[in-house]
């Protein structure tokens, strides 16, 4: 097993930023442990452990409350790593799965007892081997009340996945923004095609995560924030951020989480803004109930 990956910071320093009470780490992960919870045979990369002791511990060092936990796709379509994460946090965490197409009404009810609250379609090539948009629509359609559906794509494909995402029902949600790129800046072909997909509908809502991924300059990731700021600033009602610990395949470039939660102010200058980011937007998918 030596080539199982470590992608995380061993000890990520203390935040500058202090989030607001109540901060949501809306885009998180937790692989295994695998001895309780295997790895996907299809899976494209085999981590080691990373679960909801070391998350949990990430989250009260950082300044955080809660979390939403987003099934990897290292664990394929067995959401039960993401479930157990869920139960052991004490109402702290709810989540995102991945189900098989032909899940059933009583699996569906099952997650939602669980703390799912929405499903993820990935159209990464490098992580998942087939997306079969036909069989995403009809899951799409027989969703829990209040659940969304969450979207992993490059910019590259977003024109090409506009007529299969205009047919979803249910609000979505986009990792990462599409992965655009930030090096274009903020009124650059990425930002701008993302900017008309945000028109188009005001049930789509984003992440704006991941300058480790995006912003190819490194930390501070510079390009990042002068390209996401504006973003937030003018859909401030329909944007999450979030971790997205233990960052899956940057063991080459691992992020420390400390600075990832120093980049907020940078794209959220406001307290106001802050709020929204961090609090009110995330209850709003997650805990509309206690909103
Ligand atoms: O964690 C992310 O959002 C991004 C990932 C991993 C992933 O999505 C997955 O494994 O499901 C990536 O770009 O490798």
């Known amino acids: 097993m030596s080539d199982r990956i470590v992608s995380w910071h061993g000890a990520p320093s203390k935040p500058l930023y202090t989030p607001p009470a109540g901060a949501i780490d809306a885009h998180c992960h937790v692989f295994g442990p695998m001895a309780q919870f295997p790895f996907s045979a299809k899976a494209k990369y085999l981590p080691e452990d990373a679960g909801p002791d070391m998350l949990f511990a990430l989250r009260d060092h950082l300044g955080f409350a809660r979390n939403v ?41 099952a ?48 024109e090409e996945l506009r007529p299969f995402m205009d047919a979803i029902p249910v609000p979505l949600v986009i990792d990462h923004m599409g992965r655009p790129d930030v090096t274009q800046g903020p009124d650059g072909p990425d930002m701008k095609a993302f900017r008309a997909f945000l028109n188009s509908r005001d049930d789509i809502w984003f992440k704006a995560t991941c300058p480790d991924r995006l912003d190819p300059t490194g930390d501070p990731w510079d390009a990042f924030a002068e390209a996401v700021a504006p973003l937030v600033a003018d859909y401030q009602d329909r944007v999450l951020w979030g971790t997205d610990w233990p960052h899956p395949n940057m063991q080459d470039a691992i992020p420390d989480d400390g600075h990832l939660v120093d980049m907020i102010p940078r794209i959220a200058p406001t307290p106001e803004l802050q709020r929204k980011l961090l609090v009110t937007n995330p209850m709003r998918l997650y805990w509309p109930e206690e909103m």
């Open 69 to 109: 936990i987003v099934q990897a796709s290292c664990h394929g379509t067995n959401n039960a790593a993401t479930l157990d994460a869920i139960a052991k946090s004490e109402g702290k965490a709810r989540g995102v799965a991945v189900v098989d197409p032909a899940i059933s009404e009583s699996e569906l009810a």
């Open 111 to 158: 997650l939602h007892e669980g703390g799912i609250r929405g499903i993820r379609f990935n159209f990464l090539k490098r992580l998942v081997d087939d997306a079969p948009k036909d069989k995403f629509l009809e899951v799409a359609n027989r969703l829990p009340k209040g659940w969304h559906v969450v979207i992993y794509f490059e910019a590259d494909i977003l």
